[in-house]
């Protein structure tokens, strides 16, 4: 079985600053990784994957994750945040190669941009 | 860009009572999912299809719970005697069978008074 930790359920921070929101996973095999975002009033949003390849993957709008292996966490970053980002950001893991399995998802994580 | 739809977005109900939400997934995908959320708390799995069966399905999916795909693009989720704990927020995903990316619609909200 697999779980996933959010460390923060809400993350404040002024508008340019940078931010990091932290995802840890446990799993007994090896995950495909997922940042969904969620705005006010919205659905899930797919912000970025981590499938295979480079450990560092990066969306349009700025954001950017490293999967790291041995800490098993897939923390998301941004160096300079917008009052758009506003959001709630939900880290999700998904077994590799089995299928139609469903997404685990973390907690959520609340990011408050604050001008 | 074709997006996943879901109706209604807001439906209120009794307890006790039968509730029907719908989803249209994207046209050319083969797997579709219904999860759930509980204000303040995680997005849960509660079932996914294939094949016009159920692949998988979670503990929260008991005999209460159904889901159908009537026709080609519509895939429903129906709770037969709806309980106080069934309120949350339902979302229904679709995926193709070439990408490991699930989409979501917006959500119903379900509450139960």
């Known amino acids: 079985a697999q779980s996933v930790t959010q460390l923060d359920s809400q993350v404040p921070v002024f508008e340019e600053a940078p931010v990091e929101l932290r995802c840890n996973y446990s799993s007994s095999v090896s995950v495909y990784l997922f940042w969904y975002v969620q705005y006010p009033n919205q659905g899930l949003q797919l912000l970025l994957k981590?499938?295979?390849?480079?450990?560092l993957v990066e969306s349009i709008n700025g954001f950017e994750a490293e999967f790291n292996k041995s800490q098993t966490s897939f923390h998301l970053r941004k160096p300079s945040v917008h009052i758009s980002d506003t959001a709630e950001y939900f880290c999700a893991v998904e077994p590799r190669n089995s299928g139609n399995t469903p997404l685990v998802f973390g907690k959520g994580t609340r990011l408050s941009v604050i001008a | 860009e074709p997006e996943v739809t879901q109706t209604p977005s807001h439906q209120v109900t009794q307890m006790g009572q039968e509730v029907i939400l719908r989803c249209v997934p994207i046209s050319n995908h083969l797997y579709f999912y219904w999860y759930r959320q509980i204000l303040g708390q995680k997005v849960e799995f509660l079932v996914s299809f294939y094949n016009n069966e159920i692949s998988e399905k979670s503990e929260i999916f008991d005999d209460q719970f159904s889901v159908e795909r009537p026709d080609g693009s519509n895939f429903t989720l129906k709770i037969r005697s709806t309980k106080l704990e069934d309120s949350a927020m339902y979302f229904c995903?679709?995926?193709?069978?070439?990408?490991?990316?699930?989409?979501f619609g917006p959500g119903t909200r379900l509450t139960v008074t």
């Open positions: 995903a679709s995926r193709s069978d070439r990408f490991n990316e699930q989409y």
């Open positions: 981590y499938l295979s390849g480079s450990t």
